[in-house]
Nanobody
């Protein structure tokens, strides 16, 4: 079956960096090249929100609060999605989830509509201390 497995979370001081990975498997195609894929997060006591998405068309979008600090990238040979996080802030503390849109309904205008994503990982915790 399809699996998205996140890793790379941990504890870091404010100003530091982390790189999250999301390994995909079980899809009929190479998931990272066939599907749009992205990162979302849920901070304590808050709703899950978008972070950065690479659409099926290859357009990469970020929410305002991570622009210039976070970078989404893909390694199709490894079938892995990455999130490079720099200049981390305490407000970046959250559980980070990767998600895949494999029917092509996600574009740069609706990338934060979570119901459009077909598959989700279990999440990896990131804690930033100030």
């Amino acid at each position: 079956q399809v699996q998205l497995v996140e890793s790379g979370g941990g504890s870091v001081q404010a100003g530091g960096s982390l790189r999250l990975s999301c390994a995909a498997s079980g899809f009929r195609e190479t998931m990272t090249s066939y599907c749009g894929m992205g990162w979302f997060r849920r901070a304590p006591g808050k709703d899950r929100e978008g972070v950065g998405v690479s659409t099926r068309a290859g357009v990469v979008v970020y929410t305002d609060f991570v622009k210039g600090r976070f970078t989404v990238s893909i390694d199709n040979a490894k079938e892995t999605l990455y999130l490079e996080m720099n200049k981390l802030k305490s407000e970046d503390t959250a559980t980070y989830y990767c998600a895949a849109d494999c029917d092509g309904s996600v574009n740069e205008f609706n990338a934060w509509e979570q119901y459009r994503y077909d598959f989700w990982g279990q999440g990896t915790q990131v804690t930033v201390s100030s």
